[in-house]
């Protein structure tokens, strides 16, 4: 029997999960986002200005979507060093809110609102909610954990450039997300994309997914920073509640190139279909990674047989904690497009 593990049906929305606009630090408006956005095909944005959550209905439309969100940092060794800002390691985490009325969120702090810009939107009643942020693993996960009760999807942003390691990210739980790709941090700070701390977290049983977004600023440095990274939602309209349930459900991939236009498993066979591409790969838990690479001519379909890894899985010694497999695609470009990951119970 067929099994679509990209939905057969519905349409594919362009998304931007991660923007500042002059809430923020970004340069542009929120209506010019939306502009240049939809310029290029885009219908969803999440607009993740720091440190404050401030709903867009104003902007919403049946052509285009306003996921209310917001980006908060966490500084290491705040105390220590002073003034040595790029020194410290930092935790960014972008909070997507299932409510689109949400405008309050845990582990809001009037310490980190360091923007001028962004002080008009401080009420009274949130300076009473203030909170201390602490750079350690459990103070984070308690932020997570009280993010996931209020309904929020949760993304770690940008390891690479956030100079954290292992030791900083796998004990995060609750993660619904993590960036391999940052159009920002490639641009203006020259780091590569990376997938080490998604399969890390995948490999220590975390359901987290790929996400990749531009964390656009539009200005300074950063004038190019828009449109490089991105996912595509498939679901069956724009409504909030529709797109957030289909990002619940996991029904989306990254990319910073190509295209997934099919995916789905049939006896054991995984089939990919893509826009043409130079390698399809498929990552597992295990050393099980295979490619497939054009050869005279682009690649557009590839089939993975599944079943040895399937009978590997029983022959294990001890139980594999936490199977899964991913699909990862690169274009003649270099560009990549990431699925999520897929459990074993639902390749089967
Ligand atoms: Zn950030
Ligand atoms: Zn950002």
Same mark, same amino acid.
């Not at 980190?112 to 203030?130: A, C, D, H, N």
């Given at each position: ?11 594919? !929305? ?7 606009? &002059?809430?923020? #630090? ?19 944005? *999440?607009?993740? =200005? ?34 040595? !800002?790029? +020194?410290?390691?930092? %935790?960014?985490?972008? +909070?997507?809110?299932?409510?689109? @009325? ?9 310490? %980190? ?7 008009? !939107?401080? &009420? ?17 996960? =308690? ?25 900083? !990210? ?22 590569? #994309? ?16 790929? /996400?990749?977004? =531009? ?21 069956? #309209? ?5 797109? /957030? ?15 997934? @236009?099919?995916?789905?498993?049939? #006896? ?15 990552? $597992? ?6 490619? /497939?690479?054009? &050869? ?14 399937? =009978?590997?899985?029983?022959? *294990?010694?001890?139980?594999? $904690?936490?199977? %899964? ?9 270099? %560009? ?13």
């Amino acid at each position: 029997m067929r099994k679509y593990l990209l939905p057969q049906n519905g349409n594919f !929305y362009k998304a931007n999960f991660h923007t500042h606009s &002059t809430i923020s #630090d970004g340069v542009w408006s929120p209506q010019k986002i939306k502009e240049e956005y939809q310029k290029r095909g885009y219908s969803i944005i *999440a607009y993740t =200005d720091h440190e404050i959550m401030i709903p867009h209905p104003e902007l919403c439309d049946e052509n285009f979507l306003a996921i209310t969100a917001t980006e908060i940092s966490t500084n290491d060794n705040e105390s220590v060093i002073t003034n040595s !800002y790029l +020194f410290k390691k930092v %935790y960014h985490l972008n +909070f997507l809110s299932k409510d689109p @009325n949400k405008t309050t969120f845990p582990g809001w702090s009037k310490n %980190y609102v360091w923007l001028k810009q962004t002080l008009p !939107y401080v &009420t009274p009643e949130m300076e009473q909610r203030s909170e201390t942020r602490h750079y350690d693993v459990d103070s984070i996960n =308690d932020i997570i954990k009280r993010c996931n009760e209020e309904g929020f999807l949760v993304t770690l942003n940008h390891p690479a450039w956030s100079i954290q390691d292992f030791t900083d !990210y796998s004990g995060l739980k609750g993660l619904w997300g993590v960036e391999v790709y940052n159009t920002g941090c490639v641009v203006d700070a020259f780091l590569n #994309d990376t997938t080490q701390p998604l399969d890390d977290l995948l490999r220590r049983g975390v359901a987290v997914s790929p /996400i990749a977004a =531009d964390d656009n600023h539009n200005g300074g440095d950063n004038a190019h920073d828009s449109f490089g990274g991105w996912t595509v939602v498939k679901a069956n #309209d724009l409504n909030y509640s529709t797109i /957030i349930s289909a990002l619940e459900k996991g029904d989306f991939y990254s990319s910073s190139g190509p295209q997934i @236009n099919e995916l789905y498993i049939e #006896d054991g066979i995984l089939h990919v279909a893509t826009s043409p591409c130079r390698s399809v790969a498929v990552i $597992s838990e295990h050393r099980f990674s295979r490619v /497939i690479n054009a &050869t005279d001519s682009p690649v557009t379909e590839a089939q993975f047989n599944l079943n040895p890894y399937f =009978d590997n899985m029983l022959l *294990a010694e001890k139980p594999v $904690s936490s199977p %899964y497999i991913r699909v990862e695609i690169v274009d003649e470009k270099g %560009y990549h497009a990431w699925s999520r990951a897929y459990k074993i119970d639902e390749l089967k």
